[in-house]
């Protein structure tokens, strides 16, 4: 774990990846925003948040677009390039990696459950919270 | 064998108000926020150094989980200071309550000594208390 003066270092690496995502981002860019080195930086990292510098980048770049894919009306091709990624195999690849589908069948699965349009449906979130706020009651 | 907890609620008078509190007052990351059926929020938020728990930003209101009568009720309680969000560790107490007191967090209980650690009690901008602990 980071002592109080380098948490806040790595915080404001950590943010600066959160400021920009969509963009091309290196370890180097990241490591920068730290004062530290790129394998001082990902060693840290990964030591303080349990994820490496990258792995963090990515999860954000999928939790963009899982939101894009269903409450917008953007084609994939748009939406990959929109969280950061330039080849369309490459997003594809690690987006069915990280959650498990592939992002056009992720959107037509979402949409189909859905009772409104570009809204997220009921089973996106845990059934406990769903079943209080909404009714809906476990299948 | 239940291994974590994923997600906690803590219930707030206001979503937007309670989010601009826990991002850019106590710097928690967001972790979920979306529009679900029937036009509610699913909101949740966490602290940088721990995304394996969701806190959930709820806002009591009529619906399936309460009345009208029950949602106010909660509301008032609420505001009244009944409910406590729970216990924020932090690696050093009395740095991190200069901090939040420069961004204008109420606190109840400046850093005091207690058997476990030390600790800072503060509220929330609808009213929950919370503990900041140095252990």
């Given at each position: ?38 394998y ?28 894009m ?20 195999g ?26 409104e349009a ?22 | ?19 601009d ?24 938020v ?20 309460f ?8 509301r ?13 560790e ?46």
């Amino acid at each position: 774990m980071a002592t109080n003066y380098k948490f806040k270092r790595l915080n404001a690496g950590r943010d600066y990846i959160t400021d920009n995502y969509q963009a091309p981002l290196s370890l180097a860019d990241m490591a920068k925003y730290s004062n530290m080195s790129p394998y001082h930086f990902l060693r840290v990292f990964k030591d303080t948040y349990g994820e490496t510098p990258n792995e963090f980048l990515i999860r954000l770049r999928v939790e963009q677009a899982k939101k894009m894919l269903i409450t917008g009306n953007f084609s994939v091709s748009e939406i990959c390039e929109k969280v950061g990624y330039t080849s369309l195999g490459s997003f594809s690849s690690l987006f069915l990696k990280q959650v498990g589908v592939a992002p056009t069948l992720y959107r037509r699965k979402l949409w189909a459950l859905s009772n409104e349009a570009f809204r997220f449906p009921s089973q996106a979130i845990p059934a406990c919270y769903a079943y209080n706020f909404l009714g809906k009651k476990p299948n | 064998m239940i291994t974590s907890i994923a997600h906690s609620t803590i219930y707030v008078l206001n979503q937007d108000e309670a989010l601009d509190f826990y991002k850019n007052k106590l710097g928690f990351e967001v972790g979920d926020d979306m529009k679900v059926e029937g036009d509610f929020r699913w909101l949740t938020v966490y602290p940088k150094s721990n995304p394996q728990l969701q806190l959930v930003l709820a806002e009591p209101k009529e619906g399936p989980m309460f009345s009208k009568d029950s949602a106010e009720k909660i509301r008032s309680l609420i505001e009244e200071g009944a409910f406590g969000a729970g216990v924020f560790e932090t690696e050093n107490c009395q740095k991190t309550y200069e901090e939040l007191v420069a961004k204008g967090v109420e606190f109840i209980q400046p850093p005091t000594e207690q058997l476990y650690g030390v600790e800072a009690m503060a509220i929330d901008n609808s009213g929950n208390w919370f503990s900041l602990v140095q252990r």
